[in-house]
């Protein structure tokens, strides 16, 4: 009788979706620090190559997260969570899209609220995730973007707001990202 089974035991579905996600979270860490030194180096002005960064992010995290729902897909994970993100998301590339048109101020609270709202959602994963390992980088980034966010909201009353401190946020959650990609399991 062989005792050997095509079957993977369950810690292997895991441990699938950690590494998938591991890469998923090193590709996440080099967009945002392109995406940061990019925007930075607009100087703080809304022209068209920042309202095309500021668009642009958020269609990436889209993106990201249609990749994440693929690996997640049947194998227990938040798919909720997953799906709110994309769809927060795509809404924020929109409202960024006619925010950038108003200046500064606008396209802040837009982010702000982007900020929120997706903090608690990666937040939710994150805690839903913990098993897989590595999830306390997350549980942070969405902890801080939350409250971020409502800096950002704030930041946009004042007289001489910048988008550089997008820059920072969006280089510090990649920061997370590369952490937790460090912190999940290596192979299947």
Known sequence: MDTLTATPAPAAIPTTVAVALRKLYFVRFAFA?????????????????????LVIYPL??????VVDLSS??????PLRGLYANAVLS?????????????GIPAALRVWGAWAITAGLVQLGVAVARRHLGGQWAMIASGTIST?????FIAQAAKSGASLHTLAGYAF???????????????TA
């Open 172 to 186: 510090l959650g990649g920061v997370f990202f590369l952490v937790s990609a460090l912190r999940l399991p290596r």
């Open 60 to 65: 990436f995290d889209v993106a990201c997260a």
């Open 33 to 53: 620090a392109v995406w940061a030194a990019l925007l930075f180096t607009t100087s703080g002005k809304l022209g068209a190559p920042a309202a095309t960064l």
């Open 72 to 77: 997640a897909r049947g194998n227990g994970q």
């Open 147 to 151: 409250l971020a966010g409502a800096s």
């Open 90 to 102: 795509t809404l924020t590339a929109i409202g960024l899209a006619a925010a950038a048109t108003s």
